[in-house]
């Protein structure tokens, strides 16, 4: 069994910050790599950054140099300044874990964390 649990959502005025933070949890052998997804109403789930082997990073053109995420073991965090009202989501974690030498990485979700930012 394998558990990612998010924290850090809220309300936050334009301008402000937030940090989420998602830990997973469970009999993991290894993790290829974490990210942070958000969907907002009527929209698709679109990718907002992610962390793979070696450190290397990815983001959306839309939180370039606002947003940056950063993973600790089996902690994937995402660091959030400049907030828009565009950024208002559900944000959910994302991870690629494998369980056994023999298998290969599954992804596996958070269960989502709201972020709102009023203007």
């Known amino acids: 069994q394998v558990q990612l649990v998010e924290s850090g959502g809220g309300l936050v005025q334009a301008g402000g910050s937030l940090r989420l933070s998602c830990a997973a949890s469970g009999s993991i052998l290894s993790i290829n790599g974490m990210g942070w997804y958000r969907q907002a109403p009527g929209k698709q789930r679109e990718l907002v950054a992610g962390?793979?082997?070696?450190?290397v990073t990815n983001y959306a053109d839309s939180v370039k140099g606002r947003f940056t995420i950063s993973r600790d073991k089996n902690t994937v965090y995402l660091q959030m300044n400049g907030l828009k009202p565009e950024d208002t989501a559900v944000y959910y974690c994302?991870?690629?874990?494998?369980?056994?030498?023999?298998?290969?990485?599954?992804?596996?979700w958070g269960q989502g964390t709201q972020v709102t930012v009023s203007s």
């Open positions: 994302n991870a690629a874990i494998k369980l056994r030498y023999s298998s290969p990485a599954n992804d596996y």
């Open positions: 962390v793979f082997s070696g450190g």
